[in-house]
Nanobody, 126 residues
Framework: QVQLVESGGGLVQAGGSLSLSCAAS????????MGWFRQAPGNEREFVAA????????YYADSVKGRFTISRDSAKNAVRLQMHSLKPEDTAVYYC???????????????????WGQGTQVTVSS
């Protein structure tokens, strides 16, 4: 498994921006698909964005498409989630995840990942 540590969460006003980072340990990072999920109180964990093993393909939830961008830096064993035009409904704990790249379907599912970070809180005030 890959060890993951998120950073960059915080409090921001609606319309603002935040950038989340996820640092990964392990020599096999470059072979893993990476994803971001989020979970608001009382809700299930939901897919936000994902990138395949080499970064050539990215996937987004409809709710964040055009506002969020996922990118990976294999040289630094890191993946980033840039968030713009934030809305109060984006408030949640955001989790980084890593898993074997088994195709686009599983990249949007929590079951497609076997390593998770501890989460970082993002709060968007209205």
């Amino acid at each position: 498994q890959v060890q993951l540590v998120e950073s960059g969460g915080g409090l921001v006003q609606a319309g603002g921006s935040l950038s989340l980072s996820c640092a990964a340990s392990g020599r096999t990072f470059s072979s893993y698909a990476m994803g971001w999920f989020r979970q608001a109180p009382g809700n299930e964990r939901e897919f936000v964005a994902a990138t395949n093993w080499n970064g050539d393909s990215t996937y987004y939830a409809d709710s964040v498409k055009g506002r969020f961008t996922i990118s990976r830096d294999s040289a630094k064993n890191a993946v980033r989630l840039q968030m713009h035009s934030l809305k109060p409904e984006d408030t949640a704990v955001y989790y980084c995840a890593a898993g074997r790249d088994t195709g686009s379907y599983w990249l949007t599912k929590t079951r497609g990942y076997d390593s998770w970070g501890q989460g970082t809180q993002v709060t968007v005030s209205s």
